[in-house]
């Protein structure tokens, strides 16, 4: 057995012994009943879908319109522009408000964190709503702003934490070699702190894209918005089930690409950096000293 082998077997078995022949039993047990259960839900679900006839073809006739088709696109290019514009506003308030809570100045550092705390409690639901009645802006604005606000609050402590979790060494070191506080902070500490936060800052910007489709109560015309409009129609039997069945996945496949990448980033960070050889000049002779 090679000593990688070896480690690998360590690793695996550091905090629960290997399981035994009764044990390999019971958990292949477990899981032929599991694959029934959820084969048995699965069928249940597929039989009141039947039953209450959710795949007749008056209810799925709609899709087969270019009429819908461009609907649905529309809505989904809406739903990708309002993503837009709120992670990158988010991501610029999520950096400011960060800033301020790291100021040396008091006044500057308590504004900025009555801020964060009070946008971060609050439910984005409520903020999209107050813009959107009563300051009377137009949807797409307040439902970026509602969005904004909340994610760039979060956003503000991400990058805070990043930031102090950087090795104290280095803002000092950084420091001894006369650099300004900004050059210490643009230089030094933000790209090692970005490297970290990068899978979190992601893992928020899926919440930002879900989010987006709390816009269709403020009758922005987004991905959701053009599902309910289809859904509503009584000349097509309420599709409601079918529009569900079109819409979810895509919004699942969404934020699962999202998410995917999140995982990506997180697992090229843990790895181990690697190290290439450096070519060292053979050793010559050097000059001979005098008296020698």
């Not at 709609?62 to 990708?80: H, V």
Request: glycine share 6%; proline share 6%.
């Amino acid at each position: 057995m090679t000593a990688h082998a070896l480690r690998g077997d360590l690793e695996s078995t550091a905090l629960y012994d290997l399981p035994g022949p009764n044990a390999l039993r019971r958990h292949f047990l477990y899981g032929i009943v599991s694959t029934v259960v959820i084969l048995g839900l699965l069928a249940w679900i597929l039989y009141l879908l039947f039953d209450t006839h959710q795949f007749t073809a008056a209810k799925w006739r709609p899709f087969a319109y270019e009429g819908i088709q461009d609907l649905l696109l529309k809505g989904l290019g809406n739903t990708l522009k309002a993503f837009a514009y709120a992670s990158v506003l988010s991501l610029v308030l999520g950096a400011v408000l960060a800033t301020g809570r790291l100021s040396v100045h008091r006044p500057v550092r308590w504004l900025a964190t009555l801020c964060v705390e009070f946008f971060r409690a609050m439910p984005v639901l409520v903020m999209i709503f107050f813009i959107f009645v009563a300051l009377k802006v137009q949807p797409l604005p307040a439902l970026v702003a509602g969005l904004t606000l909340y994610n760039g609050s979060v956003l503000a402590e991400v990058f805070r934490t990043g930031i102090n979790a950087v090795e104290r060494g280095q803002r000092e070191a950084a420091y001894a070699l006369g650099m300004r506080k900004t050059q210490v902070m643009t230089f030094v500490l933000a790209p090692q702190a970005v490297r970290a936060m990068l899978p979190t800052i992601i893992s928020q910007l899926v919440v930002a894209l879900k989010d987006t489709s709390l816009g269709f109560l403020i009758t922005y015309e987004e991905f959701l918005h053009a599902g309910k409009l289809i859904a509503s129609n009584l000349d097509y039997d309420l599709p409601f089930i079918p529009v569900v069945l079109i819409i979810s996945p895509i919004y699942i496949g969404m934020c699962m690409l999202l998410s995917w990448f999140a995982t990506w980033v997180a697992r090229r960070e843990r790895r181990s950096p690697k190290t290439g050889a450096v070519e060292v000049a053979p050793a010559e002779p050097g000059p001979v000293l005098p008296g020698r």
